[in-house]
């Protein structure tokens, strides 16, 4: 019994050295199975900080692709004037043109006729303005006449883009001239376009390509220009002197001019 239990711490003491030397002497042989066992499954990979940086733009290489801009395609006067003629129910072009400047509103209106009635076709806003309500006396006063005129002739020589002439003076403004001895009644009265006047009624440049167009078609003898002070459908005006009694008449005339002119 004594025997075996030497044998037994012998064979003990042995195995205690050889495995401690295993352990010491044999990591690089055990310690990755060990590892793959028992270390990577109660271990939580960490977080790279410094794979979790934004990605400099300038480290991607993207191709670019270009934007490819249709321009847009500018529509013609011609066109422009025929959507507005066709909303207005024309087929063809009208027979006769009217047009409304409102020097207080300072809109020029355009009127054709269809069917007997007068049909609205546009309104254009003027883009300048000079002088004041009443009519023009003399020439260099700014003032853009007030009554009924006819167009003289069309300019598509303009330093204004395009223009129509108004034949200021008509017959009435030379003879309310004589009877007050006044001369030098000035002309030159145009409707054009640019932004720019002095006693004319500009409309924009792609306006007055719209009316010049439209004029042409038409043709100058069968259109007339009303200039009125205000828009006499809607309200009135109180001329505070009188110092030219013919006003009166030149606006009663003018109010009944504009009657037939009524937008349903």
């Known amino acids: 019994m004594k025997k075996f239990l030497i044998h037994f711490i012998f064979f003990f003491t042995i195995l205690s050295f050889s495995l401690l030397a295993f352990y010491i002497l044999g990591k690089d042989i055990w310690y990755p199975y060990y590892k793959k066992c028992y270390v990577q499954k109660n271990i939580q990979p960490l977080e790279c900080k410094e794979?979790?940086?934004p990605i400099e733009q300038e480290c991607i290489a993207v191709p670019c692709i270009p934007t490819i801009h249709t321009p847009l395609e500018k529509?013609?006067?011609?066109?422009?004037?025929?959507?507005?003629?066709?909303?207005?129910d024309f087929i063809v072009y009208p027979?006769?043109?009217?047009?409304?400047?409102?020097?207080n509103e300072q809109l020029l209106e355009v009127w054709g006729k269809l069917n007997g009635q007068q049909v609205h076709i546009r309104t254009y806003p003027f883009t300048a303005f000079s002088g004041r309500?009443?009519?023009?006396?003399?020439?260099g006063d700014g003032q853009i006449p007030e009554g009924i005129y006819k167009i003289s002739y069309l300019n598509p020589n303009s330093k204004f883009h395009l223009s129509m002439r108004v034949n200021y003076p008509n017959t009435f403004d030379k003879k309310m001239a004589r009877q007050e001895k006044r001369s030098n009644l000035g002309g030159d009265i145009m409707i054009h376009g640019s932004d720019k006047t002095i006693g004319c009624v500009p409309i924009g440049d792609d306006n007055i390509e719209e009316l010049y167009f439209l004029a042409e078609k038409v043709g100058i003898q069968n259109i007339k220009v009303i200039f009125s002070p205000i828009d006499f459908?809607?309200?009135d005006i109180r001329i505070k002197t009188n110092k030219h009694p013919w006003m009166k008449d030149l606006y009663a005339n003018i109010k009944k001019e504009l009657k037939p002119f009524i937008s349903k």
């Open 51 to 53: 794979c979790l940086k």
């Open 75 to 88: 529509i013609s006067s011609e066109r422009r004037l025929k959507h507005a003629l066709a909303d207005s």
């Open 95 to 103: 027979t006769e043109l009217t047009l409304i400047g409102l020097k």
């Open 133 to 139: 309500l009443g009519p023009k006396f003399r020439e």
């Open 233 to 235: 459908r809607l309200t």
